[in-house]
């Protein structure tokens, strides 16, 4: 990007990340705007501010009319179960038909292209949890701009969610259609893949001045670089932490919170209606973007439809951890949802954050423990199926 800003333009953003709703956002955004000079390095930005504007507005309308109108369909989804899937595709490619397939939802099927013109969603069970699915009206070419009014609502909804499902029609251009559709989430800066780098900054006052975390590294800048930015935005408290191989571009990029990686599956579907050598011929191409896994399946015939859930599972990066009351004789049958790499001291925040400060030790049973009812502290690594045991210093509190 390296846009070059002025001071005063670098206070405006400053004066946009404190701003609360959608208004004062996007009158701050405005003032942004006028403070950008226009030229070949802030090109990307202004499309940005622009789209950003565009979605504020659409916001700003939307709970209007939901205030007035009331309960008229809305692309307002509010988040239920383990984790939140959002099914895209192009028309007719079948997400409808998938949707009532795999979960409880019975959307409308049509043969008509825009049938579904407001986001559906139903639950999806996998083993012991259920997993929220919603479809939303059809990508078509040139999304990424706007070539539709519901385009922006459409990756709000994504940009939200904590994983992808791109839903692919097999009998009509397949390889066409899944190029388009990465392309328009990568041009709107929705990462389905894991770019080469990237960096997430966490802002808080609680965080004592500006600490870069390297998972990856930093190419072509130092750490004080880095610093000397965000200063300049006024970002004063913060955590940055980069993956893989980030740019001072992707740091700018990140102030401007401009792109999100999610997870991502694809679903070949009618699968019916095509030959082997179609099918051979998309997973090849498919392949193309390795940490994308694909299934072929056949929503009308109820093929591969089996094997969705646990990719699903899979692609959240969930564990299910089971906690048990010392000297009971089983653990809730309800899982404590938590995500790859979580520790006993998260699981002890989802179960009663004030367990934490009498904490004395904890006992482990399943994947992670070394042998049935491991004793170990705040750091431990828990795993799906471990069950945790709680004591503390002291009883019955
Ligand atoms: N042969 C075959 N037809 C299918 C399959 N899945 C869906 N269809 C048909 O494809 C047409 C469109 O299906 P929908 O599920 O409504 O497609 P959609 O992606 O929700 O479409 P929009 O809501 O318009 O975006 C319908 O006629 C379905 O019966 C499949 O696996 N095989
Ligand atoms: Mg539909």
């Known amino acids: 990007m390296v846009t070059n800003l002025p001071a005063e333009a670098r206070a405006k953003w400053a004066k946009y990340s404190d701003a609360k709703t959608p208004e004062e956002k996007l009158r701050a955004l405005q003032e942004f705007l006028s403070a950008v000079p226009k030229h070949k390095g802030t090109e990307n930005l202004v499309y940005w501010i622009k789209r950003r504007m565009a979605e504020l507005r659409e916001e700003i309308e939307e709970r209007k009319s939901r205030r007035i109108g009331g309960g008229g369909p809305s692309f307002f989804i509010e988040k239920e179960g383990a984790a939140q899937v959002v099914m895209l595709g192009m028309s007719l490619s079948g997400k409808s038909t ?3 397939r795999l979960s409880n939802a019975k959307p409308l099927i049509g043969e008509t292209p825009f049938t579904t013109k407001f986001p559906v969603q139903g639950m999806v069970r996998y083993e012991d949890i259920q997993f929220q699915l919603i479809e939303v009206p059809a990508v078509v070419k040139g999304f990424s701009s706007g070539s539709v009014w519901w385009a922006s609502r459409v990756l709000g909804i994504a940009r939200n969610a ?15 259609q ?17 770019p080469r780098g990237y960096v997430i900054i966490e802002r808080s006052k609680a965080y004592q001045g500006i600490r870069i975390i390297n998972y990856g590294k930093l190419v072509n800048c130092t750490a004080d670089d880095v610093r000397k930015l965000l200063e300049s935005y006024r970002i004063f408290h ?10 001072m571009d992707d740091v700018e990029e990140s102030i401007f919170e401009n792109n999100t990686y999610k997870p991502t599956m694809i679903v070949g579907n009618k699968c019916d209606l095509v030959d082997n050598e179609v099918i051979s011929e998309f997973i090849k191409h498919a392949s193309k973007y390795p940490t994308i896994p694909a299934i072929i399946a056949s929503a009308k015939y109820g093929i591969g439809l089996d094997e969705i859930p646990k990719h699903i599972f899979r692609l959240t990066g969930i564990i ?5 009351e010392p000297n009971a004789r089983s653990p809730s049958p309800k899982p404590l949802i938590l995500r790859k790499g979580a520790t006993v001291s998260e699981a002890i925040r989802h179960l009663r954050e004030e367990l934490l400060k009498y904490f004395k030790y904890a006992r482990i049973w399943g994947p992670s423990a070394k042998y049935p ?18 004591h503390t210093k ?3 509190i």
């Open 373 to 390: 009812g491991e004793r170990v502290g705040l750091d431990h690594e828990l795993m799906d199926g471990d069950i945790i045991e709680v």
């Open 320 to 324: 299910r951890v089971y906690a048990k």
């Open 178 to 194: 899944l190029d388009t559709i990465i392309s328009e989430l990568t041009e709107s800066g929705i990462y389905p893949y894991q």
């Open 98 to 100: 998938l949707l009532s």
């Open 162 to 176: 904590d994983a992808l499902m791109l839903v692919i029609d097999l009998s009509n251009n397949p390889i066409d």
């Open 394 to 396: 002291i009883k019955a």
């Open 238 to 247: 913060a955590v940055v932490k980069v993956y893989g191989e980030a740019t």
